[in-house]
C-alpha cells in the first residue's frame, strides 16, 4: 500500500508528483497579467483595444475638439501592440 492516497496527499500538501512519481509533470501554464486583462481587449482580427488616454482629470483646460476625439476606445500602435500580446499569451 502505498504511503499516501493522492486524496490525502492535498490535504498534507505533498505535490501529487511525490505520490505518482511515474506521472508525466506539464511544464506550467504562462499567466496573464491581471494589469493587462483589466486595461485592453483583443478585437477579432488580432488588435487590441484600449481606453483613450488623457480623460482623467482636468477636461477644463482640454480643448472641446480633444475631448470630442477622445470619446470610446482606441487601436492601439503595433510596437505597443507587441508588448501588450506578451502580457495577454492565450487572447491572440
Known amino acids: 500500500m502505498a504511503l499516501f492516497t493522492t486524496r490525502a496527499a492535498g490535504r498534507y500538501g505533498i505535490a501529487e508528483s511525490r505520490v505518482h512519481?511515474?506521472?508525466?509533470?506539464?511544464?506550467?501554464?504562462?499567466?496573464?497579467?491581471?494589469?493587462?486583462?483589466?486595461?485592453?481587449?483583443?478585437?477579432?482580427?488580432g488588435k487590441v483595444k484600449a481606453g483613450q488616454a488623457g480623460k482623467r482629470h482636468g477636461m477644463i483646460k482640454r480643448t472641446t475638439k480633444f475631448i470630442r476625439d477622445a470619446r470610446g476606445t482606441t487601436i492601439l500602435s503595433e510596437p505597443d501592440a507587441r508588448i501588450v500580446k506578451k502580457y495577454m499569451p492565450y487572447d491572440r
Open 21 to 45: 512519481p511515474e506521472k508525466e509533470t506539464k511544464m506550467p501554464k504562462m499567466k496573464t497579467k491581471s494589469s493587462a486583462k483589466k486595461r485592453f481587449s483583443m478585437t477579432a482580427t
